[in-house]
Every structure is written in C-alpha cells, then in structure tokens.
C-alpha cells in the first residue's frame, strides 16, 4: 500500500503562493495583530516559502503604514511583500487618485487591487456605467504599471459576476490584463461557490483572458480548499489564502492544506520538501502570535491529524507505517500519535509507551491496560493527559522518583464583608530529608496551592521558574453507580520547548486539582532532568 499520491508523470507546475493572513486573515472575528506580530508572521512565511505576503491595506490604518515602513527593513530570504488597494475612483485620474498614491508611497514592489467585475455592483454600488467600471480597471493597472511596479487585479465578486454577466466580467479582466497586469485573480468574495463552478468558470476564463489567472475564495460554502485546487487544475497559477483559513466569516482559503495538497498530491513545486517541513511549526506559530488555540482536527498540522485510536488502527498502524496515514507526518512536521483510552489494545499502549520513551514488555503492557481500563472507569481520561499516563507507566514499573512528598495541606476561602474572597493555601512537604513549609495566597485554591508547592520547593528545582499553567479545566462527570458526581480536572502545562496536559479526579474538586497538578510538576522536573526530554507537543 503506498501512501504516496503524487503523480509522477504530471507536468510539473509551480504555483505562485500569495498570503494574505495579514490583511484578509484579520478580518477574522476576534482577530488582532500588532505591528510587531505582522513583521514576526512575516519573517515566518518568507522561511516557509510564501511568495507574496500582502503587508495590509496602506489606505484604510495608520497601522497598516506603519507596517510598510518597518518592513522596508525586514530581511527576508525571498519573499516579496505587497499592498493591498481598490482602483481608481470613478471620475479621478489615477494618477490623482489618493487611493493609489498611498499604494505607491508604500515603497512595495509588488501591489494588489481589487476592481468590480460584476455588472451589477458596477451600476448599483459605484454608480458607474459598466464601460466607466472596465477604464477604472484599465487605467489604474496601467498606471501602476507605469510606475515600475508588479500588479496583480483582484477580480471582485468574479464567480457571481461571471454568473450574471460573463461577457462583463471577462471583459474588465480582459482590461486589466491589456494594461499590462501580472496576474488575474479570480475572487470568490462570497464563499458560495462549489468546485465544479469553480472548474467551469476557470477553465473558460483560461482560454478567454490572456494573463496569467490567480485565485482567491472564502469558505463560506466549506470548499475554499478544494475550490483552490480546482482552479489550479483548471490553469490557475496563483494562489491566495491564509495561514489556518483565517478570515472574515467562515474563514480564508487555507494554505496550510493547499499548500500540503500542492506538494504532497499534485506534484507541485511551489515550495521545497525543505520548507514543507515548516508547515506544523508557522501554522502553530500563526496561531499562537494570534492569541488563538490551534486547532487540534486541522489537516496535516493539527495535534489529531495523525492520532490513532482504538485497538486494530492502532495496531495496524505499529505493523505498517502509513497504513492509516494519508501523508508521512514528517513531510509536514507533525507525529504520528497513539491516542490512548479504553478501546485501545495492548499494541497502541506499547507504541505510546515507546513514544514516551519507556520500554514495555507484552506482559506489562496487559497488565498497565487493565489498570487504565479500571482508571477509566472512575472518570481518569489520558487522551489529553500524556503526561499523567507517563508518570502512571514509571510507577508501575518501580521507576518513578518522586522529587518531594506530601505531609498536608490546607486551604482556606475567606468571604470579608466588602464581598472580596481571599483564598489562602498552606503546604507542609518532604524533599531530600528537608521538611518544608510554605503558605501563598491566590486567586483559587488550585493557583494558591500551586504558589505554595512552588515556593515549598523552588530553591531544590530552580527549572520550576520555566514552567507555567497554561490552562486549567474541570468537568463534573455524573457517576453511574449512584455513588456521586465525581470532578475531573485536566491540567496543561507550558515551558519554553513544549507542553503536556495531566489529569486528576475526586469526588473533591481540591483533590483532582492536586494530583494533576502533581503529575504536571512531576513530570516537568523529570522532563527537565532528562536533559532535553522528549518532544511530545
Ligand atoms: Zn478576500
């Protein structure tokens, strides 16, 4: 069975990438990018290959001008960054229209802008008479052009326009195309369109409009990937999106996964095997820049993308590499991951083991299984809790040192009469002989009692300074057995190189935090001892 999909005899192609998660990508919902973040991002996609990075929108935000000039100063391997703009208003001449200047003044090479190819929004939303809509397209492409700069004509509204009026749409591109554009790019502004419109519409435009075409779609109708691809079977020979599909509404195209389907699937060598590489790392540095979670179910990138569970795809996978694994996860930079839980089999729990780095004999590992089985039943979940499961297999192998152990504790909530609620939390521990005693307060009891271990034990584990919680939940699971509701917590741990999630459960909410957090210190201190540590992001 290969996994392998590229076609070896396909012509080989090289698609032009164009981003433009700096511009289009922050429309998105809840989505804000300082200056510094934008030239960070920037850097990052110029090493993952990206042609064009569209820096902004010099006409619409200081911020965006600011942008520019600091990026005059960015050294970037090969990328090339580009403005974004509209065309001429209507009754100006370009070279008076302040739209265009402030383009020009950005200092960029490479500009972008959109014009109106639909019939209707030419008449209805400018007012302008379909023949005054086609020299708006024309005269600010050959200005530009004029200037000495690359220009690319985004075709807004070009599918539904195309659909309205075909003649129309393929005229103004026509214009643009005349006036010397470098590309054509065809938009799907509204996100509706489905592939095999997407197929029919490229595929005449190819043969009607001399330039090189371009596409850029939403996702509105879920298909900004797919419709992408289409249209670079159907002679496209640009392609715009964003990192994560980020954007207004639905979301951007995603280059993340065009670009793995370019690569991967199509024989396409838009960028190198290299820089592939890089693709788990910049999708995940977007994320993160952006203050947004990854997103664990993205394709090739995403914590999940190659995550087995249950027994026989687990074990399956163990005999043969890729059986159940569309991609190699290394040609993107992600693992292959065993997921444990009760419907795995002894052979996903020796891979996992493996992958933690402990060694586990088929004896062993029957044994550990109906432990976790057992565990699982009284609400213990380590699916997203390695950590714990880490620590679990260590003690139940007599390999476990503990770096300090419990006397008691205790923790105080104090409600004062002006409605202000003091947490308190007092820790008596062993390390090394030493018996310590720490009290903190905190905003809860877990953040007091995770100060007061950390102050208890701080001076003996300096690397403890590195670590910090990343975030903490608690889940009341409704016990079958009538005996009471019982409370998971789940624990996510950060220090400078990766991250890893520990779990507890109690009856007591206290409790399940404690021994979650336990294990995340545990684990943590043993992480950092072992010089490095595996890498289990
Ligand atoms: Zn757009």
Excluded at 133 to 139: C, K, L, N, P, T
Excluded at 157 to 179: K, R, T
Excluded at 392 to 420: C, H
Aim: charged share 25%; aromatic share 6%.
């Amino acid at each position: 069975m290969s996994i392998r999909h590229a076609d070896e005899n396909a012509e080989a192609t090289v698609v032009t990438l164009y981003d433009t998660t700096l511009r289009d990508g922050t429309q998105r919902e809840g989505m804000s990018l300082s200056v510094e973040d934008k030239l960070r991002i920037a850097m990052k996609l110029d090493l993952l290959g990206v042609r064009y990075i569209e820096g902004g929108f010099p006409g619409s935000n200081p911020k965006d001008i600011e942008f520019f000039e600091r990026a005059r100063d960015l050294k970037l391997e090969q990328a090339v960054i580009s403005a974004f703009g509209s065309t001429r208003r209507k009754g100006v001449a370009a070279a008076d229209d302040p739209g265009l200047k402030s383009l020009l003044d950005t200092g960029c090479s490479a500009l972008c802008i959109v014009g109106k190819t639909w019939d209707l929004q030419v008449t209805e939303a400018i007012g302008a008479t379909l023949d005054q809509g086609i020299e708006m397209a024309r005269d600010s492409v050959a200005y530009l052009k004029s200037q000495g700069r690359t220009v690319f004509f985004d075709a807004e509204h070009f599918f539904d326009g195309y659909n309205s009026n075909p003649d129309y749409a393929v005229a103004v591109c026509q214009a643009a195309a005349d006036a010397g554009a470098d590309a054509i790019v065809l938009c799907d502004t509204n996100g509706g369109m489905l592939p095999a419109d997407i197929q029919r519409i490229v595929t005449d435009v190819h043969a009607r409009v001399n330039a090189p075409l371009g596409i850029h779609t939403h996702n509105d109708s879920g298909c900004a990937v797919a419709n992408s691809l289409v249209a670079v079977t159907a002679g496209c020979t640009q392609v715009q999106g964003t990192i994560n599909g980020y954007g207004e509404r639905t979301g951007n195209a995603d280059l993340i996964s065009i670009i793995g389907g370019l690569v991967l699937k199509m024989g396409d060598d838009c960028i190198t095997r290299d820089q592939l590489r890089l693709l788990t790392e910049v999708s995940h540095f977007v994320a993160e820049t952006a203050n947004l979670n990854p997103n664990a179910q993205a394709p090739y990138v995403g914590a999940s993308a190659f995550a087995h569970k249950g027994g026989l795809h687990a074990s399956a996978t163990g005999k043969l590499a890729g059986a159940y694994e569309h991609v190699d996860p290394a040609s993107v930079g992600n693992l292959a991951r065993v997921v444990v839980s009760e419907l795995a089999g002894r052979a996903s729990l020796t891979m996992k083991a493996a992958e933690l780095g402990i060694d586990l004999s088929g004896e062993q590992a029957a044994a550990v299984l109906d432990e976790i089985k057992e565990l699982e039943y009284h609400g213990y979940s380590f699916e997203a809790a390695d950590a714990s499961l880490s620590i679990m297999l260590q003690k139940r192998l007599g390999t476990f040192e503990p770096a300090f152990t419990l006397e008691s504790f205790r923790v105080i909530a104090d409600k004062r009469e002006d409605g202000r609620v003091a947490t308190e939390a007092t820790i008596k521990i062993h390390v090394s002989g030493h018996r310590y005693i720490a009290t903190a307060e905190g905003n809860g009891p877990v953040n007091a009692l995770d100060k007061a271990l950390r102050i208890a034990i701080g001076r003996f584990y300096p690397q403890l300074a590195n670590m910090t919680l990343d975030d903490y939940k608690v889940r009341v699971l409704e016990d079958k057995k009538g005996t009471g509701a019982v409370t998971r917590v789940l624990i996510d741990t950060k220090d400078a190189e990766t991250s890893w999630g520990t779990v507890g459960v109690s009856e007591n909410i206290i409790e399940a935090s404690w021994e979650a957090l336990v294990d995340s210190v545990e684990y943590g201190l043993g992480r950092s001892t072992r010089s490095g540590g595996e890498s289990e992001s």
